[in-house]
């Protein structure tokens, strides 16, 4: 079984990553390589990749998430969501800020710096979401749609994945300077 995470970037990928190697599965984020085949349109390769480990999220992986599908059937899919658009878009800017302009925003939304382009950038999330419920919407066994900043956590990912649920405090991941405690 395979475990893909496949919310947009913001929206809690690095929480969900910390949840799936607590569970000992071999874990791949952000990668670099990975992004450059799936820009490159090198799908062949990319999906040698998704045979090598367990379990995914961030970029490419949401990216590819019908592709992988496809390829591994009986795979696990998490939607990592926001509260709301406003939040996640508060969130990348602020992102946007500390790291720079990348080529990631760049493949992926059009511009190496969201500040400008609000309304392009939220419907991007918006069809996102849209997407992926639309093509999971006669399988809900196999997408699990979480928020963190809602509530959810070890309980929901436990028993969508069939694993034992940690008696251990939440991760919350790479949070922003703005909501660390």
């Excluded at 390769?45 to 490419?60: A, T």
């Excluded at 979401?129 to 699990?144: A, E, G, T």
């Excluded at 509530?151 to 922003?176: R, V, Y």
Aim: with cysteine; proline share 4%.
């Amino acid at each position: 079984m395979k475990v893909v995470g496949i919310g947009l970037n913001k929206t809690g990928t690095t929480t969900l990553g910390e949840c799936l190697n607590y569970w000992g599965l071999k874990h791949i984020s952000c990668n670099q390589e990975a992004f450059n085949l799936w820009r490159n349109q090198n799908y062949d390769e990319l999906l040698d990749w998704v045979g090598k480990y367990d379990s995914f999220e961030d970029w490419p992986w949401p990216l590819i998430y019908k592709l992988i599908d496809e390829k591994f059937p009986f795979s696990k899919f998490i939607l990592t969501t926001r509260k709301d658009a406003d939040t996640w878009f508060r969130s990348l800017c602020e992102h946007a800020n500390r790291t720079g302009p990348t080529a990631y925003r760049k493949y992926i939304y059009g511009y190496e710096m969201p500040h400008k382009y609000k309304a392009h950038h939220i419907q991007i999330y918006e069809n996102h979401l849209v997407s992926i419920r639309d093509y999971f919407s006669n399988r809900p066994s196999d997408l699990l749609e979480v928020c963190w900043e809602n509530g959810d956590g070890w309980e929901q990912l436990s028993e969508f994945l069939g694993f034992e649920c940690p008696n251990i405090a939440f991760p919350h991941a790479n949070k922003s300077s703005s909501r660390k405690e």
